[in-house]
């Protein structure tokens, strides 16, 4: 079945470092991919997504790429800020299925 | 526009008795969806409606879990008898293609004594 495997946390950085979370993902068909992020106190929010391979989708200075030749979809941030820390979730929808969501890795950056 | 709406923000109760939790999705959308997060468990997918039909409710834990759609602006989520370990917050997603882009409710935190 489709399943996403993520980074595990927590990580934490200073601010203004670079970012990298990983996530990898597992599907029989051409899925879309997402990112979303949890606010402290907050439900999900959807970050950024891309719908095919090579695509790279981008938000608030956030960034992904859709790898299909290594099935990842990792999340990067040139420089990192406070207001950052949140949960993270990697995700993916097969052909317009439900949302399949990662487990989340917690970031935590500090001034 | 408001938003997914949930209601309680919070809520305490004491094992055995029934709880509901509410969500009004967003104007316009067809699907609906109730997700489940702890910290040893992350992000649950209990069940999900499109149109107001159950489509999948593979994810609902137990007989004690129930959950409505009776029109397309309100949900419920019922839980009779609760448990300890249904404390949890739980989440309301409404979307408008089935479960892409997932606008997410801020939440109910049930404790269960």
């Known amino acids: 079945g489709n399943s996403v495997t993520q980074m595990e946390g927590p990580v934490t950085l200073s601010e203004e470092a670079f970012l990298t979370i990983n996530c990898t993902y597992t599907?029989?068909?051409?899925?879309?991919l997402f990112w979303y992020v949890q606010y402290p106190g907050e439900g999900l929010q959807l970050l950024l997504k891309?719908?095919?391979?090579?695509d790279k989708g981008s938000n608030k200075g956030f960034e992904a790429t859709y790898r299909k030749e290594t099935t990842s979809f990792h999340l990067e941030k040139g420089s990192v800020q406070v207001s950052d820390s949140a949960v993270y979730f990697c995700?993916?929808?097969?052909?317009?299925?439900?949302?399949?969501f990662g487990q989340g890795t917690r970031l935590t950056i500090n001034p | 526009d408001a938003g997914v709406i949930q209601s309680p923000r919070h809520e305490v109760t004491e094992m055995g008795q029934e709880v509901t939790l509410r969500c009004k999705p967003i104007?316009?959308?067809?699907?609906l969806f109730w997700y489940r997060q702890t910290m040893m468990r992350g992000l649950e997918l209990l069940i999900y409606?499109?149109?107001?039909?159950?489509?999948?409710d593979s994810g609902m834990p137990e007989d004690r879990f129930s959950a409505k759609m009776p029109n397309a602006s309100f949900s419920t989520l019922k839980i009779q008898p609760s448990e300890p370990r249904d404390s949890a917050v739980y989440f309301c997603?409404?979307?408008?293609?089935?479960?892409?882009?997932?606008?997410f409710g801020s939440g109910t935190q049930l404790s269960v004594l």
């Open positions: 891309a719908t095919k391979a090579d």
């Open positions: 104007s316009g959308h067809n699907s």
């Open positions: 997603a409404s979307s408008f293609d089935r479960g892409e882009k997932l606008f």
């Open positions: 409606f499109n149109n107001n039909v159950p489509i999948d």
């Open positions: 599907a029989t068909g051409y899925p879309s």
């Open positions: 995700a993916l929808s097969d052909r317009g299925q439900k949302l399949v």
